[in-house]
T-cell receptor, first 113, second 111 residues
Framework: DAGVTQSPTHLIKTRGQQVTLRCSPKSGHDTVSWYQQALGQGPQFIFQYYEEEERQRGNFPDRFSGHQFPNYSSELNVNALLLGDSALYLC????????????FGAGTRLSVL | GENVEQHPSTLSVQEGDSAVIKCTYSDSASNYFPWYKQELGKGPQLIIDIRSNVGEKKDQRIAVTLNKTAKHFSLHITETQPEDSAVYFCAADDSSYKLIFGSGTRLLVRP
């Protein structure tokens, strides 16, 4: 049984560009949450998707947006990249009826130059 | 909103000794408290969790305790092994399914 998979593993962008990160949840999971983890810090909640809609959002600007597809996979989009967006972006999936039990993928390391 | 504080930031123990990591939370409505282990280059791995209707939970060498009155919860690792070396994060669910994480504890187990 595959765990949470994220792609790509690493990404380098320049300021002002746009980026799309992808996440496939564990089999049987219907909820996807996205987190940003800066170096040396704990993950910070960006938003959560289930039933193809954004249900919860953390303190992140509108430059951060997402989508969930009918197969429960998800994308995170960041527009107008800033140097401060450099971080590890983590996706977590949750099983049916247990949205707070979250299993994380290995993340996408984004570097903005 | 919820705030989670974690101590210590670094912890060095001899192999075979016990390690204890402590967290406090601010929102009395929080009812779910997971612990994650993060190794270098990997995502956080859920190692144990506890709900607010339980005071203690054990899984082999790992245990978690919760004091709702004091808003404290702790991770206890007994008989530590070098492979326990990693960064450990506590978290609290703010009752809306968002996890609020502590700042992490870097555990080093010396052989």
């Amino acid at each position: 049984d595959a765990g949470v998979t994220q792609s790509p593993t690493h990404l380098i962008k320049t300021r002002g560009q746009q980026v799309t990160l992808r996440c496939s949840p564990k089999s049987g999971h219907d909820t996807v949450s996205w987190y940003q983890q800066a170096l040396g810090q704990g993950p910070q909640f960006i938003f959560q998707y289930y039933e193809e809609e954004e249900r919860q959002r953390g303190n992140f600007p509108d430059r951060f947006s997402g989508h969930q597809f009918p197969n429960y996979s998800s994308e995170l989009n960041v527009n107008a990249l800033l140097l401060g967006d450099s971080a590890l972006y983590l996706c977590a999936s949750s099983p049916l009826g247990a949205k707070n039990i979250q299993y994380f993928g290995a993340g996408t390391r984004l570097s903005v130059l | 909103g919820e705030n989670v504080e974690q101590h210590p930031s670094t912890l060095s123990v001899q192999e075979g000794d016990s390690a204890v990591i402590k967290c406090t939370y601010s929102d009395s409505a929080s009812n779910y408290f997971p612990w994650y282990k993060q190794e270098l280059g990997k995502g956080p791995q859920l190692i144990i969790d506890i709900r607010s209707n339980v005071g203690e939970k054990k899984d082999q060498r790992i245990a978690v305790t919760l004091n709702k009155t004091a808003k404290h919860f702790s991770l206890h690792i007994t008989e530590t092994q070098p492979e326990d070396s990693a960064v450990y994060f506590c978290a609290a669910d703010d009752s809306s399914y968002k996890l609020i994480f502590g700042s992490g504890t870097r555990l080093l187990v010396r052989p």
